[in-house]
Nanobody
Framework: QVQLVESGGGLVQAGGSLRLSCAAS????????MRWYRQPPGKQRELVAA???????NYADSVKGRFTISRDNAKNTVYLQMNSLKPEDTAVYYC???????????????WGQGTQVTVSS
């Protein structure tokens, strides 16, 4: 099995910064895309940012220029640097990874448990 463990959430004032981390462990042969999603209160989960195994990135329009996603393939870890935070960034942030657990296995989606980010005005 594969586990994703997030850390780095918390309470911050508007304009502040936070850095989220997500470490994957377990039976990992390779990891394709790694992504961050968020779910604001009362709303659906949405994609925030994604990074491919080769380092290509894409972002939701609402976070472009403020958030940066990166990954350390040696540590099977993905990061989300969040700057200039706004109250509307308040949400539970979830890590997602597309993982292959063996040479003959297919890629499958795995999720972290989520970490709360609260931005006060």
């Amino acid at each position: 099995q594969v586990q994703l463990v997030e850390s780095g959430g918390g309470l911050v004032q508007a304009g502040g910064s936070l850095r989220l981390s997500c470490a994957a462990s377990g039976r990992i042969f390779s990891i394709n895309d790694m992504r961050w999603y968020r779910q604001p209160p009362g709303k659906q989960r949405e994609l925030v940012a994604a990074v491919s195994s080769g380092g290509g990135t894409n972002y939701a329009d609402s976070v472009k220029g403020r958030f940066t996603i990166s990954r350390d393939n040696a540590k099977n870890t993905v990061y989300l640097q969040m700057n200039s935070l706004k109250p509307e960034d308040t949400a539970v942030y979830y890590c997602n990874a597309v993982v292959r657990t063996g040479t003959s296995s297919l890629f499958a989606n795995y999720w972290g448990q989520g970490t709360q980010v609260t931005v006060s005005s």
